[in-house]
């Protein structure tokens, strides 16, 4: 991994060896360890170390990128060279912004040093403590132990720069016996805080407990979502929704609607990277800082994310959500949190009459973005509620759904949320939730 030295070093030989008229340059380095288990067998265990080095040339409005993994002189050169050819074949970009001017940026504490330096055989030892428990119950346990750090740098010849080091380690369980199976799993920058045992405790239970499910019809139900559906669903909403190309387009279920309730009194969504229970980054690949952006506050269409090209289009700033320039995908919102409630999981079993528990959803697909319509199945673990207690399993459902219509149905918010490296979300209790057919697995 290069350091922030480094990195400046292979940035100013760049910008010496170039003579157009505006260079910026992108790194990403990685270097990524995984474990994979089925079978209650690890079967996998490899190891990736990369580095992509993108230089963007710019011409008057035009402009020309290539990328490279080598930083040797004669291939930066060569690099910068094709850049510029590349540049100069271009027709103007109707969409080109300049280049920003030096920015600040603050500092994430989103490294561990545990992380970075976790062996094969600590992830050995972590998928013992699976594998065992499963077999003790006679279930087949699989999942992955991966551990990751990234450096990331951003640099212009205006003067900007900026540089970042994260660690990411995620630890995904299932446990499966016949047609019943459970899922959990955890992420966090440190992986000394992964809890293997605690993860089989929980994805055993939801496999022993789903043996032999009902049919259910399909229908409007009550449900209980696992943290896991609305993590599925954020990012639907946020391509679709929550964005200011979305809106430019007319697309987006919020054209017109901003400043307007369109969704709960009890939602406040909002996205920020600075978030202590996130894994964020502070800058954007626009060279732009993060910034807060309250998406719903308390049901009320307050913000959307903005890079460079929309903000541009509208006299506003970038609120640092942009990706590599050029592209077609606008901005994207990739830290969304959910605000929690004051119930617990509990509470909300304890509180429904009839009713259905989910505890994933997998497959999901936008069937009509501007309604934010999706649709999907459940997984791992559904069951029925009766007389505020779980009753028994049923055999999956698919559902189809308006997200925005959900979270207008939105009973009860637990108290606690779950994280999902870049996100977090509570569980909840929503009424009115369609199943529209068995799933066929």
Request: aromatic fraction near 8%; proline fraction near 5%; glycine fraction near 8%.
């Amino acid at each position: 991994m290069h350091s922030e030295s480094e990195i400046k070093e292979i940035f100013d030989r760049i910008f010496n060896l170039s003579q157009a008229e505006g260079t910026e340059i992108l790194y990403q380095g990685t270097n990524r360890s995984l474990t994979r288990y089925a079978n209650n067998q690890i079967h996998q265990n490899v190891a990736e170390v990369s580095q992509d080095i993108s230089i963007r040339t710019i011409l008057g409005k035009k402009s020309g990128k290539i990328s490279l993994n080598k930083t040797d002189q004669k291939s930066l050169q060569e690099a910068v060279q094709r850049a510029i050819a590349m540049a100069q074949s271009q027709p103007d970009d109707p969409n080109f912004v300049p280049l920003p001017g030096p920015q600040q940026f603050k500092k994430l504490n989103v490294f561990s040093e545990a992380t970075l330096k976790c062996t094969p055989e600590e992830r050995a030892d972590a998928v013992l403590k699976v594998i065992q428990p499963c077999q003790k119950k006679e279930l087949v346990a699989s999942g992955a132990f991966e551990t990751a750090t990234t450096c990331s740098a951003y640099g212009n010849s205006n003067g900007s720069f900026g540089y970042h080091q994260g660690t990411q380690a995620d630890f995904s369980v299932s446990a499966a016996r016949g047609d019943s199976t459970g899922w959990c799993d955890q992420t966090d920058k440190d992986v000394r805080a992964i809890q293997p045992e605690l993860l089989a405790e929980k994805a055993i239970e939801k496999a022993l407990k789903g043996v032999e499910p009902k049919s259910l019809e399909p229908g409007s139900y009550t449900v209980i979502l696992e943290p896991y559906c609305m993590q599925s669903m954020y990012f639907m909403l946020a391509f679709s929704t929550l964005t200011a190309q979305a809106i430019q387009e007319k697309r987006s279920y919020l054209t017109d609607k901003m400043g307007t309730k369109v969704v709960g009194e009890n939602i406040t969504l909002l996205d920020d990277a600075f978030d202590p229970l996130v894994i964020g980054i502070p800058a954007d690949a626009q060279g732009m800082p993060k910034k807060k952006v309250v998406f719903f506050d308390r049901g009320i269409a307050k913000e959307v994310v903005y890079d460079l090209v929309t903000a541009a289009k509208e006299g506003k700033e970038s609120t640092g959500h942009g990706g590599p320039l050029p592209n077609s995908f606008g901005p994207f919102p990739r830290n969304g949190i959910l605000l929690p409630g004051d119930a617990t999981l509990e509470d909300m079993i304890g509180s429904t009459q009839k009713g259905v528990y989910v505890s994933r959803f997998h497959y999901v697909n936008i069937v009509d973005p501007r309604q934010v319509m999706i649709t999907g199945m459940t997984r791992d673990g559904t069951f029925w509620i009766e007389n505020g207690k779980i009753a028994y399993p049923v055999k999956n459902m698919r559902f189809t759904q308006s997200v925005i219509e959900l979270l207008n149905n939105v009973e009860m918010l637990e108290n606690k949320t779950k994280t999902f490296g870049s996100t977090r979300f509570p569980g909840m209790k929503v009424k009115n939730f369609n199943f529209t057919s068995a799933a066929t697995f």
